[in-house]
């Protein structure tokens, strides 16, 4: 569907991409994911012709797209800003595009209407002026005004990220849902993972122009390419422990991850690969749905967590077990 090869992007002598390869299937959820200043946004301005490539191409359904200018490229736009018209109304901000197009008012008309009923705007809301409305409703007009053209693909930039944290994850799970009933193809920007995790079909990990791994949620969480996706993704322990390596069987040289949720406390488990160890309850963070502890092993404090089943909570100072299975551990090479 979207074809990125060999894209280079520099800014003066600064080169802010170097050699970027992402192939987005057609009606995917796809997200770029990673810190500020690591190249997802300047790679979507790419896409939709915002930033012109040193080299490589953009490609899209097969058609070298490069340097077909920004109003051809049958793409939908979502601002971090939303770049709405404030004076004008819901109505025309969403019309705003089919008139560039020049279509019929008859036509337009009836277009503004399916796509308002589509993205849960009432007759009431298209006749405010967007500065009257709340963030969540402007969210709502920008994603119809960039898919009332019908595009091939919408690209969006952290159009969630001006939003308070409870309205962030409703409207997360609405924008889920409207893309799977569009089957549009997709491409958001963010550097929220639990926003990517929740999201996408795939997800691309850049890291200071580069892209670090491209997988499903899953395999960038639980199967990490490198280690900084392994750190940047979710919470993980750092096995830094020596004699705690050895007794897991595992190289002194190389660096050693496991993520909270592998780690067992006074498990019953008979599974003579899982590795023992005695500690004591440091301190805990009470979550509700589950309980975070901060175990003492040997030289080193662990993060675990643990379900909360609201009979048994762990008290600080509390010896207790913990299992480790050298199968959960994720490796890395180390320095040199």
């Known amino acids: 569907m979207i074809r990125l090869s060999d894209i280079v992007v520099k800014f003066g002598d600064l080169e802010a991409l170097h050699n970027i390869n992402v192939d987005v299937r057609e009606g995917e959820f796809f997200t770029f994911l990673g810190p500020s200043g690591c190249g997802k946004t300047t790679t979507l301005r790419t896409i939709t012709g915002f930033i012109e490539p040193v080299s ?4 899209m359904q097969g058609r070298d797209i490069t340097h077909v200018p ?21 109505h025309d901000n969403i019309a705003f595009g089919l008139k560039i197009k020049k279509m019929k ?13 589509k993205v849960d705007l009432k007759e009431r809301h298209l006749k405010r002026a967007v500065s009257q409305l709340s963030g969540g409703q402007q969210q709502r007009v920008a994603i119809a005004r960039a898919l009332v053209t019908e595009p091939a693909v919408i690209c969006m930039d952290e159009p969630l990220s001006n939003l308070d944290a409870k309205l962030r994850v409703q409207l997360r799970n609405e924008l889920k849902k409207m893309q799977k009933d569009f089957g549009i193809t997709t491409i958001y920007v963010t550097h929220d993972q639990e926003e990517a995790l929740t999201l996408s079909d795939r997800i691309a990990v850049f890291n200071k122009g580069y892209i670090e791994q491209i ?7 639980n199967h990490s390419a490198t280690e900084f996706v392994a750190n940047f993704i979710g919470d993980i322990n750092p096995l830094t422990d020596e004699a705690i390596l050895k007794k897991l069987g595992l190289n002194t040289q190389e660096h050693h991850f496991i993520r909270l949720e592998r780690v067992r406390v006074n498990d019953s488990t008979q599974d003579e690969q899982i590795c023992q160890l005695p500690g004591a309850i440091e301190s805990r963070e009470y979550y509700g749905l589950y309980i975070k502890y901060y175990i003492r092993l040997e030289n080193q404090v662990i993060k675990v967590i643990e379900k909360n089943d609201g009979i048994r909570i762990y008290e600080a100072g509390e010896k207790v077990t913990v299992g480790i ?7 890395y090479p180390g320095e040199g």
């Open 56 to 59: 490589g191409t953009v490609s």
């Open 70 to 90: 920004i109003e051809k490229r049958n793409i939908g736009i979502v601002f971090q800003s939303y770049a709405l018209f404030p004076t004008m109304t819901v």
């Open 105 to 117: 008012k008859d036509e337009i008309e009836q277009k503004v209407q399916e796509i308002a009923r």
């Open 215 to 221: 997988g499903t949620p899953n395999e960038i969480y």
């Open 325 to 331: 299975h050298p199968a959960d551990v994720m490796t």
